[in-house]
């Protein structure tokens, strides 16, 4: 069993940042890709950034430039470091990670935190 925690979301002002930040614990052999997601109230979960083993990064368009993801491997753990909040960023933001979780088998599983909001005011 393997579990993400979520920590740093909250309420920002426009143009403000916030660091979230996502450790992964249990039986971990790998992990494979690891990263963020959101969902905004009535809208449909939408990937924001995720961070390959190898290095790869992947942005949702509307980030570029603004938000940065970044791994620490020996611990785990993935960062979301997001500047120049807007408002449109407003929404509950979920770890992702696509981990090993069998020492004899290379199948991958998906895991999922239980979520952080994100409210930035105008």
């Known amino acids: 069993q393997v579990q993400l925690l979520e920590s740093g979301g909250g309420l920002v002002q426009e143009g403000g940042s916030l660091r979230l930040s996502c450790a992964a614990s249990?039986?971990?052999?790998?992990?494979?890709?690891m990263g963020w997601y959101r969902q905004g109230t009535g809208k449909e979960r939408e990937l924001v950034a995720v961070?390959?083993?190898?290095?790869?990064?992947k942005y949702a368009d509307s980030v570029k430039g603004r938000f940065t993801v970044d791994r620490d491997n020996a611990e785990n753990t993935v960062y979301l470091q997001m500047n120049n909040l807007k408002p449109e960023d407003t929404a509950v933001y979920s770890c992702?990670?696509?981990?090993?979780?069998?020492?004899?088998?290379?199948?991958?599983?998906?895991?999922w935190g239980q979520g952080t909001q994100v409210t930035v005011s105008s």
């Open positions: 992702y990670g696509l981990i090993k979780t069998r020492a004899d088998y290379d199948l991958l599983r998906e895991y």
């Open positions: 961070k390959t083993s190898g290095g790869s990064t």
């Open positions: 249990g039986t971990i052999f790998g992990i494979n890709t």
